[in-house]
T-cell receptor, first 118, second 111 residues
Framework: GAVVSQHPSRVICKSGTSVKIECRSL??????MFWYRQFPKKSLMLMAT?????????EQGVEKDKFLINHASLTLSTLTVTSAHPEDSSFYIC??????????????FGEGSWLTVV | TQLLEQSPQFLSIQEGENLTVYCNSS?????LQWYRQEPGEGPVLLVT?????EVKKLKRLTFQFGDARKDSSLHITAAQPGDTGLYLC???????????FGDGTTLTVKP
């Protein structure tokens, strides 16, 4: 089945620094990927839609200058948390849509990345 | 804006009991997915339903898509501690890039 890989799975960074998280679709091409933030025992909060070759579409309330998204190829999207602060500590998850009709327009998720800002 | 209401939000049951999780919307979806997520991991796809009235079974899990494709249910028979996790429903629309997620159901099955 379709696989989405996310890296790193865990990262600790100092306040004020930037950290990059990668999301790769391993066996299918994804023109669109999604970035979510999730708090404990809560559902996924969509941050932005990453579009290959164009600017990302951010959800209301998400700072585009703080959460930089780059979707340079059909299999890779990156999320960079700039000037990170402790309140940015969270579980970040990416997903990609498999456009193969046989998949039923399914979204597959990465394993998630725990970010801790100290 | 499409919304998906998922209920119950929390469910704690004993091993061997049955349970049903509901996902309801006023909007029509072209397909609906159910995911299960364990702490610290990404959601794992359980099933995709695409046809109104469709019923799919995955061992002890039964998924149903409403006739009007606005709602879905997940029924677990004889729950086991290994079923513990966060269950998420997500509605997809081929005309839009993103899916709409329910708020999730945290299931705890006690041995």
């Amino acid at each position: 089945g379709a696989v989405v890989s996310q890296h790193p799975s865990r990262v600790i960074c100092k306040s004020g620094t930037s950290v990059k998280i990668e999301c790769r679709s391993l066996d299918f091409q994804a023109t669109t990927m999604f970035w979510y933030r999730q708090f404990p025992k809560k559902s996924l909060m969509l941050m932005a839609t990453s579009n290959e070759g164009s600017k990302a579409t951010y959800e209301q309330g998400v700072e585009k200058d703080k959460f930089l998204i780059n979707h340079a190829s059909l299999t890779l999207s990156t999320l960079t948390v700039t000037s990170a602060h402790p309140e940015d500590s969270s579980f970040y998850i990416c997903s990609a849509r498999d456009l193969d009709p046989a998949s039923g327009n399914t979204i597959y998720f990465g394993e998630g990345s725990w970010l801790t800002v100290v | 804006t499409q919304l998906l209401e998922q209920s119950p939000q929390f469910l704690s049951i004993q091993e061997g009991e049955n349970l049903t999780v509901y996902c309801n919307s006023s909007s029509v979806f072209s397909s609906l997915q159910w995911y299960r997520q364990e702490p610290g991991e990404g959601p794992v796809l359980l099933v995709t339903v695409v046809t109104g009235g469709e019923v799919k079974k995955l061992k002890r899990l039964t998924f149903q898509f409403g006739d009007a494709r606005k709602d879905s249910s997940l029924h677990i028979t004889a729950a086991q501690p290994g079923d513990t996790g966060l269950y998420l429903c997500a509605g997809a629309n081929t005309n839009a890039g993103k899916s709409t997620f329910g708020d999730g159901t945290t299931l705890t099955v006690k041995p």
